[in-house]
């Protein structure tokens, strides 16, 4: 476990934006997923000691966040989801810079800086104005700059943000290569779903300033022998109005059919049980395998619901 | 070389203290400065007075050069003061236009481009930050201020050997002031700092900075002015001009009074610029302000 959240309550004036959150973060690489104002980048200001704990503590590699705000940022590398230059500056002058004030000396800051320029792939771009660059390039200087002094966990918020898909395609393979082979801890932020499946091992999902769920992505994908696709002929409408007096939660999947989940203890012939007594013939019934999307959904709607079940 | 064909490397070298890589603060903000020439010209100007002053002082310690110009019939008294008025007001001028010039370069453009946000992401305090800014602009307002008055003194100490007749009268009083001196450009320099950061942290807009800077050089000596002038009372002089130059009156003149005001009145006005001015650069530099989006 490399980072753990335990009650992190931050408010803004009188608006909770991160209420009572608790996590742990293990693994290579995390994806933290929530809709837009769930608190993901107020959860990484608060992790780099930019936004004041109103209560609770953030421990990053056993640091604790409020009494050593200065060493987890040594430790950290972070890629801000905005534009980030300083007019004027070339990357590689940029680079230096960030590398020297990361405690780097100025010569293994150069030397850094070059390397990290190439390895996201703008060797031959390197001593442009940062402003000259495209949009796509922009984004892969942040991700040199947060790269450049080595750090042990690596931060991304929204890392393809405006980037064609060539080029959301190399910058996902960049960073599952660091999470593969660098030895550091990655956090992705992003609500693109596939982008986090593809980079990371796990996931957390959160919602209104809450981690609604938390796990390995394979495992929270794995077939959910409670969970079923149907299609119905008759009166659908009264079919899961039936479910849900029988307990069942109901939802609708992308192609149209009906998503049955059963309570506890109970099986498929509870599911025909049900679809006899509202006089409707099942025609289409399978095990539901989750996808990331479907797992993400069903979090939100169960959190929306005032479940706000967190499995483990 | 194309993505991929190398693999990510981790870096694990020698990490420097703090302090020494707070030093890449101010010398990156002057990079940014001087990548505009007129910072250098307007250095070079700056400079240029210097010499000037040294030719002055070359002139009245030669007698050849006072019989070719006359200038034995200035007592020598006079020229004192007259010297030291005349550089105190251009160093002034000097440096309230490097002040328009460079100020705006410092913190702005950091916060146009939210580069703020990933320089504050590394391991170093805001007050290092802040104190690294000082420096720049402080050291660069310094080489038109008390750098020059300490170089001017030491050509002065130079050139008036004790055998020079001009010596036993001028040295003595040029000595004293020369403390005075220092004291009045150091304290130039931090307020024209300050107040120069914080028009520049105030705006994303080095632009804006610019008019922002002019606003406060020029405007609150403009009102009281005008205050004083439409409603017949006296208002004690609260710009940056005239406290300026008050405060140099007041080093000339110990004990006198100042526009009705004393030592107190503009010491007190000195640093309540310098305190308005660094909690403007404290409240722009929060990091959550920084970080709002």
Same mark, same amino acid.
């Given at each position: 476990?490399?980072?753990? +959240?335990?009650?992190?309550?931050?408010?803004?004036?009188?608006?909770?934006?991160?209420?009572?959150?608790?996590?742990?973060?293990?693994?290579?690489?995390?994806?933290?997923?929530?809709?837009?104002?769930?608190?993901?980048?107020?959860?990484?200001?608060?992790?780099?000691?930019?936004?004041?704990?109103?209560?609770?503590?953030?421990?990053?590699?056993?640091?604790?966040?409020?009494?050593?705000?200065?060493?987890?940022? @040594?430790?950290?590398?972070?890629?801000?989801?905005?534009?980030?230059?300083?007019?004027?500056?070339?990357?590689?002058?940029?680079?230096?810079?960030?590398?020297?004030?990361?405690?780097?000396?100025?010569?293994? +800051?150069?030397?850094?800086?070059?390397?990290?320029?190439?390895?996201?792939?703008?060797?031959?771009?390197?001593?442009?104005?940062?402003?000259?660059?495209?949009?796509?390039?922009?984004?892969?200087?942040?991700? +040199?700059?947060?790269?450049?002094?080595?750090?042990?966990?690596?931060?991304?918020?929204?890392?393809?943000?405006?980037?064609?898909?060539?080029?959301?395609?190399?910058?996902?393979?960049?960073?599952?290569?660091?999470?593969?082979?660098?030895?550091?801890?990655?956090?992705?932020?992003?609500?693109?779903?596939?982008?986090?499946?593809?980079?990371?091992? @796990?996931?957390?999902?959160?919602?209104?300033?809450?981690?609604?769920? @938390?796990?390995?992505?394979?495992?929270?994908?794995?077939?959910?022998?409670?969970?079923?696709?149907?299609?119905?002929?008759?009166?659908?409408?009264?079919?899961?109005?039936?479910?849900?007096?029988?307990?069942?939660?109901?939802?609708?999947?992308?192609?149209?059919?009906?998503?049955?989940?059963?309570?506890?203890?109970?099986?498929?012939?509870?599911?025909?049980?049900?679809?006899?007594?509202?006089?409707?013939?099942?025609?289409?019934?399978?095990?539901?395998?989750? @996808?990331?999307?479907?797992?993400?959904?069903?979090?939100?709607?169960?959190?929306?619901?005032?479940?706000?079940?967190?499995?483990? | 070389?194309?993505?991929?064909?190398?693999?990510?490397?981790?870096?694990?070298?020698?990490?420097?203290?703090?302090?020494?890589?707070?030093?890449?603060?101010?010398?990156?903000?002057?990079?940014?400065?001087?990548?505009?020439?007129?910072?250098?010209?307007?250095?070079?100007?700056?400079?240029?007075?210097?010499? $000037?002053?040294?030719?002055?002082?070359?002139?009245?310690?030669?007698?050849?050069?006072?019989?070719?110009?006359?200038?034995?019939?200035?007592?020598?008294?006079?020229?004192?003061?007259?010297?030291?008025?005349?550089?105190?007001?251009?160093?002034?001028?000097?440096?309230?236009?490097?002040?328009?010039?460079?100020?705006?370069?410092?913190?702005?453009?950091?916060?146009?481009?939210?580069?703020? $946000?990933?320089?504050?992401?590394?391991?170093?305090?805001?007050?290092?930050?802040?104190?690294?800014?000082?420096?720049?602009?402080?050291?660069?307002?310094?080489?038109?201020?008390?750098?020059?008055?300490?170089?001017?003194?030491?050509?002065?100490?130079?050139?008036?050997?004790?055998?020079?007749?001009?010596?036993?009268?001028?040295?003595?009083?040029?000595?004293?002031?020369?403390?005075?001196?220092?004291?009045?450009?150091?304290?130039?320099?931090?307020?024209?700092?300050?107040?120069?950061?914080?028009?520049?942290?105030?705006?994303?807009?080095?632009?804006?900075?610019?008019?922002?800077?002019?606003?406060?050089?020029?405007?609150?000596?403009?009102?009281?002015?005008?205050?004083?002038?439409?409603?017949?009372?006296?208002?004690?002089?609260?710009?940056?001009?005239?406290?300026?130059?008050?405060?140099?009156?007041?080093?000339?003149?110990?004990?006198?009074?100042?526009?009705?005001?004393?030592?107190?009145?503009?010491?007190?006005?000195?640093?309540?610029?310098?305190?308005?001015?660094?909690?403007?650069?404290?409240?722009?530099?929060?990091?959550?302000?920084?970080?709002?989006?």
């Amino acid at each position: 476990m490399f980072l753990e +959240a335990e009650n992190v309550t931050v408010t803004f004036g009188r608006r909770r934006v991160l209420d009572d959150l608790s996590m742990r973060l293990q693994g290579r690489s995390t994806g933290l997923l929530g809709p837009n104002g769930a608190g993901k980048s107020t959860f990484i200001k608060a992790l780099l000691g930019f936004v004041p704990l109103r209560r609770g503590t953030i421990r990053v590699l056993g640091h604790d966040v409020r009494r050593q705000a200065m060493h987890i940022r @040594s430790l950290v590398g972070y890629m801000p989801e905005h534009e980030s230059y300083i007019e004027g500056l070339s990357a590689v002058r940029l680079l230096r810079y960030l590398g020297e004030l990361s405690g780097l000396s100025p010569r293994d +800051a150069m030397e850094r800086a070059h390397e990290s320029l190439h390895y996201v792939g703008l060797g031959e771009l390197r001593y442009r104005p940062v402003e000259t660059y495209s949009l796509g390039n922009q984004q892969r200087v942040k991700l +040199a700059q947060a790269i450049v002094h080595g750090p042990k966990i690596l931060i991304l918020d929204e890392p393809t943000n405006a980037l064609d898909p060539e080029g959301r395609n190399e910058m996902l393979r960049l960073v599952r290569d660091i999470g593969e082979y660098s030895g550091s801890h990655v956090i992705m932020c992003s609500h693109i779903l596939r982008d986090v499946e593809y980079c990371c091992e @796990s996931v957390t999902v959160l919602n209104r300033g809450r981690a609604i769920l @938390s796990g390995v992505i394979e495992e929270l994908k794995k077939e959910d022998i409670r969970t079923y696709e149907v299609r119905v002929e008759g009166n659908r409408d009264g079919f899961e109005r039936e479910l849900v007096r029988h307990g069942c939660l109901t939802s609708q999947n992308t192609q149209g059919h009906l998503r049955v989940q059963l309570p506890e203890g109970y099986g498929t012939r509870y599911l025909f049980e049900i679809a006899q007594k509202a006089g409707v013939q099942l025609r289409h019934f399978h095990f539901k395998k989750d @996808s990331l999307e479907d797992i993400f959904v069903s979090a939100l709607q169960e959190s929306e619901r005032g479940h706000g079940y967190a499995r483990p | 070389m194309p993505v991929h064909e190398m693999r990510y490397r981790s870096w694990e070298g020698k990490v420097m203290p703090v302090p020494v890589r707070l030093l890449s603060v101010p010398r990156y903000t002057l990079l940014a400065v001087f990548n505009k020439y007129i910072a250098a010209v307007l250095l070079g100007i700056g400079v240029l007075q210097l010499i $000037a002053y040294t030719g002055y002082l070359v002139i009245v310690t030669m007698p050849e050069l006072q019989n070719l110009l006359d200038l034995e019939e200035v007592p020598v008294r006079l020229r004192d003061e007259q010297i030291f008025r005349y550089f105190y007001s251009a160093q002034y001028y000097v440096c309230l236009l490097m002040v328009l010039l460079a100020a705006p370069k410092m913190i702005s453009p950091e916060l146009a481009h939210r580069s703020i $946000a990933i320089i504050f992401s590394r391991a170093i305090p805001k007050s290092g930050y802040i104190l690294g800014k000082v420096i720049a602009l402080g050291g660069l307002l310094s080489l038109l201020t008390w750098v020059q008055t300490s170089l001017l003194f030491f050509f002065m100490h130079v050139l008036y050997t004790p055998e020079h007749t001009f010596h036993a009268e001028f040295w003595p009083d040029t000595f004293m002031l020369f403390w005075k001196t220092l004291l009045l450009g150091v304290t130039m320099t931090v307020v024209l700092t300050f107040v120069g950061l914080a028009g520049s942290a105030i705006t994303k807009n080095a632009r804006h900075a610019v008019v922002l800077l002019l606003i406060v050089f020029l405007g609150p000596g403009l009102a009281t002015t005008m205050i004083s002038e439409i409603f017949r009372v006296n208002v004690p002089p609260v710009s940056l001009r005239h406290l300026t130059q008050d405060m140099g009156y007041l080093l000339y003149n110990p004990g006198e009074l100042v526009r009705d005001t004393g030592p107190v009145w503009v010491t007190f006005a000195m640093v309540l610029w310098i305190a308005v001015a660094f909690g403007v650069v404290l409240r722009q530099l929060r990091p959550h302000r920084v970080y709002r989006e």
